[in-house]
């Protein structure tokens, strides 16, 4: 969130706990990220828009994102459309959706490709994306 030097502090400790592979590095603040993936590059960072949303373009995003050095961006669910959604997955690139109430925007996130739900409501948004038996074939038993 802040301080000078915590990218390099909060990597250290990464390492020392061997959970490079296990990290996300998130932050609302571009040039941190763009720190973090100086000072190490194999972790994951996300940069999370937040006014950026209200102005950029899509392809203003990417670039963006790919001057920083970002692997994906977060954004708010409210900013989550079917064209930022189907440009992010034709460039391969993960998006963060945050911070999504249970209730009809987890089916309109999931159904439009949203890779990751940032919630307040982890057990409520989990169940509503359970795989359900509704609708489902039942074996056949010939």
Not at 98 to 110: D, K, N, S
Not at 111 to 134: C, H, K, M, Y
Request: hydrophobic share 40%.
């Amino acid at each position: 969130k802040g301080g000078d030097g915590i990218e390099a502090r909060v990597i250290d400790q990464v390492i020392d706990w061997n959970m490079t592979q296990q990290v996300v590095m998130f932050s609302f603040d571009a040039e941190r990220i763009r720190l973090v993936k100086e000072l190490h590059p194999a972790l994951f960072c996300v940069w999370l828009l937040g006014r950026e949303m209200e102005t950029a373009t899509i392809d203003g995003l990417f670039t963006r994102l790919e001057d920083l050095g970002g692997d994906a961006y977060g954004i708010p669910y409210t900013h989550a459309s079917a064209d930022l959604l189907k440009a992010t997955r034709k460039r391969h690139c993960p998006v963060f959706v945050w911070t999504v109430p249970p209730g009809p925007e987890v089916e309109r996130l999931a159904s439009l490709g949203a890779n990751f739900i940032i919630t307040d409501w982890p057990s409520e948004v989990i169940q509503q994306l359970a795989p359900s038996d509704r609708g489902r074939r039942k074996p056949s038993t010939d």
